[in-house]
Every structure is written in C-alpha cells, then in structure tokens.
C-alpha cells in the first residue's frame, strides 16, 4: 500500500515498442505538461546515438546514465517522462519514479513487439540473430516491474491516440479521486493496479 504519494509528473514505462513516446508528446500536449524522453536526453548529454553508447562504453554505463537522471527527474513537476524500456527494472530507479508520478506502463505482447520493431535498427539490444527470443527473455525479467505501475494499459488493440486517451482518463481519474490532488498536489493511490480498460 502507497502512503501519500506526489503526483506532479506523469511517467511512461513498458517495453521497446510499446509507443511511450509517441503517447507521451499527445498526452504532454493534452496536459500542456513538458514531454521529456529519458533517452533524448542521454544522447544530447552523451553526445552519441545510444547505439553508439552501448557499442564504446557498454550497457552498464547507459543504465548509470538512467539512474542519474532518474534522479534528477525527482525535482521535476508537469511533466510527461517517457522511460527507456530497462530503466524501471532496477528497484531504486521504480521506486523514485513512484515518489512524484503516477506510473503508467504500456503494455504487448512479445509477438506484436516483434512486429512493430523488426524493420528498426537503433535498438542494440535487438540486434541479435533471433530478435523475438530476446524480447520474450526481457520481457520475462521485466515483467514483475511492469506489473507493478499503478496502471497498465495494453496498447495491441488501440491506435496510439486511442492509449493517449485512455492515459489521460487514467491521470485525470487518479486527480479526480483525490480532491487535494493537482499539478503540484498529493495524491493517496490506493487501487491496485488496472488494465486500464
Ligand atoms: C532499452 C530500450 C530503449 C533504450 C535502450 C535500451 C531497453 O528504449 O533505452 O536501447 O533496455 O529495453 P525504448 O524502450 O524507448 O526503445
């Protein structure tokens, strides 16, 4: 159970090709909240492609990266996080992001993330001789983390703009349900998560 919970920002998780930030930019501009992609800004700071950051300096070096801007994202308000797909699974990273967002997390199936991501080339985790093994193994391990946002929304059935809809309801639900809550309010979540239906 949550105790008092700061919802000044609302977070994005769930898989590569779940639409985190195509959804995020509708529901940022919904909200007219600032949209940041965790992984935007790990390149304009790194000055590289992630790509290129796995290649010369290796995967544990890109999730140090997420963590120290985890970090600083807990000092921000209005805004709309899209995470990279591995940054909620690491327990101090989740549970930042639970501090001052609601977490909403997109899901599908490993069959329709193979569909969506087969013909994309920028992801260095993928690229491997047998892609949709890969994504099931991920998913595997990621799975309890996602499970534990405070909405889960499965996206293999809507068009994107439809998720954004469906995000926003949820975000304005959770304000709705608590009469203190706000850009900059407290928030008491107590519902378990939902498939957002
Ligand atoms: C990753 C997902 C990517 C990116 C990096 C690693 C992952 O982000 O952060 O390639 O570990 O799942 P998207 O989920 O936005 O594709």
Known sequence: MDNARQMRN???IGFMGTGKS?????????LHFT????????EA???ASIDDIFKQH?????????SRIVTELARRSRTVISTGGGLPANEANFC?????????CLWASPEKIFQRVRNQSHRPLLNEPDPLAKIRQLLAVREPYYRR????????FRSLREVAQQVLHQFHMAQRANP??????????????????
Do not use: C, Y
């Open 35 to 42: 949209f940041l992609d965790t992984d935007a800004v790990i």
């Open 45 to 47: 700071r790194a000055g």
């Open 149 to 156: 946002a405070d909405i889960l929304v499965n996206t293999e």
């Open 180 to 197: 203190v809550a706000g850009a900059h309010g407290h928030i008491q979540m107590h519902h378990a998560p939902s498939t957002g239906k």
């Open 22 to 30: 195509s959804v995020g930019r509708l529901v940022a501009d919904q």
């Open 96 to 104: 930042s992001l639970k501090t001052h967002s609601l977490v909403v």
């Open 58 to 66: 290796g995967e544990p070096v890109f999730r140090e990266w997420e």
């Open 10 to 12: 609302l977070t994005l």
